[in-house]
């Protein structure tokens, strides 16, 4: 079974603008052997489903409701996170 080295967390609101750009911010990095965990909190604009458009193994993709801000979402991925190292990017 794949083990991720590390676990790297989006929460993410409404940010259709800059998603793609900060997951392949991610993909692009040299390193390859760890998870991204996006939480969508609600996203009104369609953020989730310009994330699901990214086609990558590693990329799991969550939604939850609206919570007001990024503690939640962060908790989340955390809990869904299969390694042992968790790291936090802000999309």
Do not use: H
């Amino acid at each position: 079974m794949y083990k991720p080295t590390f676990s790297i967390i989006i929460p993410t609101f409404n940010s259709i603008k800059t998603i793609n750009k900060t997951v392949r911010s991610v993909l692009n990095q040299t390193y390859k052997n760890y998870e991204v965990i996006i939480i969508d909190d609600g996203s009104t604009d369609n953020t989730f489903v310009k994330v699901k458009e990214l086609k990558d193994s590693r990329i799991k993709l969550f939604s939850i409701n609206k919570s007001g801000g990024p503690a939640k979402p962060r908790n989340f991925g955390i809990y869904k996170s299969t390694s042992n190292w968790i790291c936090f990017l802000d999309s």
